[in-house]
């Protein structure tokens, strides 16, 4: 199944189309995008039943998942990416938060606060399940679907000391694009091994594999789990591939253009950057 946000409406594909989950539900389940994730397993069971030949609307794609109680983040989680960052590889997951207010859905545009904002496209997790001291084995049954996501990043405020600042320099307005769908695991091939992928203005930057993570979705879930309660409706980003601008010579970071960050079988996500320094 995939889900999105229809003109701020909760939809779900059928076909060509997307189905308006409320108005094809009597009323059922609520039209709030974000809802829908506390009776996760009463709307699959639903959603199953649509018809075919229900009434299909249009409109645009807005942010899937629109007010998470939690936003959190892994680090390092690609191995060529915490070697092009000159750090160890982990032993256990690099954990920071995001903040709600710095997410945005498909389309948007981003204003720039400095040229030092680097690119960062990921992976990210919906919770389905409240989730505490869940075993790697039953994890994926607390998913409700993967989406893309960018960690945008303000190098120089993410790393300005004494210690690291990375949930204040990757929560800068507009620094946590998400979109455009949610999908729902069963619908991948194989969902531990999907392509990654970003470009800017035509340009590609990053391009790896989900297989490369070095802490999994599985491994995500459930590690995080054994100290957070996790919610419904929450997300994980996952970790970014290599490619990053920080670690190239000289670095480059984001300009002015369309920003296409793209997942197998989930679709690509574009937002539109501006400068505003
Ligand atoms: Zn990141």
Same mark, same amino acid.
């Given at each position: 199944m995939r889900i999105a946000n229809v003109n701020g409406r909760l939809a779900v594909a059928v076909g060509d189309g997307w189905v308006d989950v409320e108005q094809a539900s009597g009323g059922a389940f609520?039209? %709030?995008?974000?809802?829908?994730y506390d009776r996760w397993a009463d709307f699959t069971a639903w959603a199953?039943?649509?018809?075919? %030949?229900a009434a299909t609307v249009g409109g645009a794609l807005g $942010?899937?998942? *629109?007010? *998470?109680r939690q936003l959190i983040a892994i680090g390092l989680n690609y191995r060529e990416h915490a070697m092009e960052s000159n750090l &160890?590889? *982990?032993?256990h997951p690099v954990v920071f938060a995001k903040f709600q207010s710095s997410l945005i859905g498909p389309g948007a545009t981003v204003t720039l606060p400095s040229d030092g904002v680097d690119w960062e496209v990921e992976l990210v997790i919906v919770i389905g399940k409240e989730a505490h001291g869940v075993a790697v084995a039953d !994890?994926? &049954?607390?998913? !409700?679907g993967l989406t893309v996501g960018q960690d945008l990043s303000w190098r120089a405020v993410q790393l300005?000391?004494? !210690? *690291?600042?990375f949930s204040i320099g990757k929560s800068?307005?507009?620094f946590s694009p998400l979109g455009p769908v949610v999908v729902t695991? %069963?619908? #991948?091939?194989?969902?531990?091994d999907l392509a990654i992928s970003c470009s800017l203005n035509g340009e590609v930057l990053q391009e790896g594999r989900t297989? &490369? $993570?070095? #802490?999994p979705v599985a491994e995500i879930v459930s590690r995080l789990s054994q100290s957070l309660t996790l919610y419904p409706g929450d997300l994980i980003y996952t970790g970014t591939p290599k490619g990053?601008?920080?670690?190239?010579t000289p670095k480059r970071f984001l300009v002015e253009g369309s920003l296409v960050s793209s997942i197998e079988g989930v679709g690509d996500l574009t937002i539109n950057l501006v400068n505003g320094f």
């Open positions: 609520a039209a %709030d995008p974000q809802a829908i199953s039943t649509i018809s075919v %030949d $942010l899937p998942v *629109p007010a *998470p &160890d590889i *982990p032993e !994890a994926w &049954d607390y998913v !409700a300005r000391g004494p !210690a *690291p600042q800068y307005p507009g695991p %069963d619908e #991948f091939a194989d969902k531990n297989s &490369d $993570l070095i #802490f990053v601008g920080a670690g190239r």
